[in-house]
């Protein structure tokens, strides 16, 4: 969105070498102790308080990882809480996953302006630490394991196995893309300043 092809396409490149970087590691762990990592695993959607904790402590751990001054590390928590939450909730009710997604990273965003135009720091402080916890590392880890799996496979590789690990990495797109959309559209997105939000003429 603002133009900087080269950086957006390098940071791409390394998130996506990383994250099979890890799945790589992954299988060969698993290899070498004799277990399976499975590919396609579903598990119970935690309940939205125990959701809206962790999402918190997601954003805690970004505000320390970061050196986000102690006295705006509340804020970082309150985006995280409110984007993976509003994600969950719109889940819960039947919303796809991707859009889901698209709506909490923008909540989180616009949140983040808000506190960033009261606060005077940068918004991205605050946008980051929101939809953090939202990175769908877990499907992009089981599409790379899945295929790392096809490749040791070969032609025998099951069908189920192809079928799982193209949806997960097709998951795992979509939902990147949608957080990313959702974050660019809120940082985009005419905004009041603050001496207009106040009533000045």
């Known amino acids: 969105v603002g133009n900087h092809v080269g950086n957006g396409i390098a940071r791409l490149l390394f998130g996506t070498v990383t994250v099979l970087a890890i799945a790589f590691g992954l299988f060969l762990a ?49 985006c995280a809480l409110a984007g993976h939450g509003a994600r969950t909730a719109l889940v819960g009710v039947g919303l796809d996953l991707p859009l889901a997604s698209f709506a909490g990273a923008f909540a989180a965003t616009f949140i983040a302006r808000i506190i960033g135009g009261r606060t005077g720091a940068p918004t991205v402080t605050f ?24 490749m040791k496979a070969g032609a025998a590789a099951p069908t189920a196995l192809l079928g799982d690990t193209i ?34 003429p």
């Open 127 to 150: 946008a980051f630490p929101g939809v953090v916890a939202m990175i769908p590392g877990f499907f992009a880890f089981q599409a790379g394991i899945g295929g790392l799996a096809i």
């Open 30 to 78: 698993a290899g070498i102790a004799g277990d399976a990592l499975p590919v396609g695993a579903h598990f119970p959607a935690l309940p939205l308080v125990q959701d809206l904790l962790f999402s918190a402590l997601a954003g805690a751990g970004y505000a320390l990882l970061f050196n986000v001054p102690p006295r705006l590390a509340w804020a970082c928590c309150l």
């Open 167 to 200: 949806a997960l990495a097709v998951t795992a797109m979509l939902v990147t893309a949608g957080i990313a959309i959702g974050l660019c559209l809120a940082l985009a997105a005419p905004f009041p300043s603050s001496a207009t939000s106040r009533g000045a």
